[in-house]
């Protein structure tokens, strides 16, 4: 493709996905509030606060595929989820809709089932159980993107991410982890599939632990090839395990369902 925008490029994943997806287009415009540093040769930097609805028409314009990751990334308060998740996820689409509507990987969360327990299996049709704000602004995005689907065509990946990170960090995300190779690997073959619709793919790599069934997800080709369990015995040696009737023991949400309600400072 010509031009990618990745939003949510200063954070945890978007400074990693910044290299890794850079072979996927010509020009990468990187888009955040936060100082992206320097712009490679093959990069575009945009400031844009994604609750600014011009802001994030003008962001959109000239793209040929988005990659999501924009907004608040864990619990916060109403008013801030409500800039960042939810109008801001309504700018993108209204933007993406104005602008030839580009495919889009949207970012969305294992805590948008946080209240299942880790003793559960299933696929993506289960009833959502969000955990706390956060995961319900990501069922308000995942609704948003059904919409925008059936009612004007807007082709959208929505991945609910597990726990993306180097590593899994600890005895939860033995089930949960997402590597950054395996998240890479997903959104080439997002931009790459002949037809996309819109599917809900658990954001997942092939842990032996990992509670969801991507079955539905296969007609993309993906097949992730890390496993959290090459890293169990790590864990098991410096790792303690939380009491088995905690809260990180007992649901794939883990502490986020017992955070309070955030107010304002």
């Not at 916060?76 to 889009?104: D, H």
């Not at 948008?112 to 704000?133: I, K, S, W």
């Not at 997002?190 to 793919?201: E, M, N, S, T, W």
Request: net charge negative; hydrophobic share 40%; with cysteine.
């Amino acid at each position: 493709m010509h031009r990618l925008l990745i939003t949510g490029a200063a954070g945890g994943i978007g400074r990693i996905m910044r290299q890794r997806l850079a072979p996927l287009a010509t020009i990468v415009r990187l888009s955040d509030i936060c100082d992206l540093g320097e712009a490679a040769p093959n990069e575009e930097l945009v400031s844009c606060d994604l609750g600014d609805d011009k802001g994030v028409h003008d962001l959109v314009k000239g793209c040929d595929a988005i990659v999501h990751l924009g907004g608040m990334s864990g619990e916060a308060s109403f008013a801030k989820i409500m800039n960042a998740n939810i109008a801001g996820c309504y700018n993108l689409y209204e933007a993406a809709r104005a602008n030839g509507m580009p495919r889009i990987l949207l970012a969305s969360s294992l805590h948008t089932v946080g209240f299942y327990r880790q003793d559960e299996y299933f696929d993506a049709n289960v009833p959502l159980r969000p955990d706390g704000l956060y995961g319900v602004s990501k069922c308000f995005s995942e609704a948003l993107a059904r919409m925008y689907f059936d009612k004007f065509g807007q082709e959208t990946a929505v991945v609910r991410i597990g726990s993306c990170f180097e590593h899994p960090r600890d005895h939860r995300m033995l089930a949960s982890w997402l590597s950054y190779g395996d998240f890479a690997s997903l959104a080439e073959c997002v931009f790459k599939a002949p037809r996309l619709g819109c599917p809900v793919i658990w954001g997942v790599s092939n842990n032996d632990a990992r509670w969801w069934d991507n079955s539905r997800a296969n007609f993309l080709g993906w097949q992730p090839r890390d496993n959290a369990g090459l890293h169990r015995a790590r864990i098991e040696e410096t790792v303690p395990l939380p009491d088995p009737q905690s809260s990180s023991a007992l649901y794939q949400g883990g502490p986020f369902t017992e955070y309070p309600i955030f107010k304002e400072d």
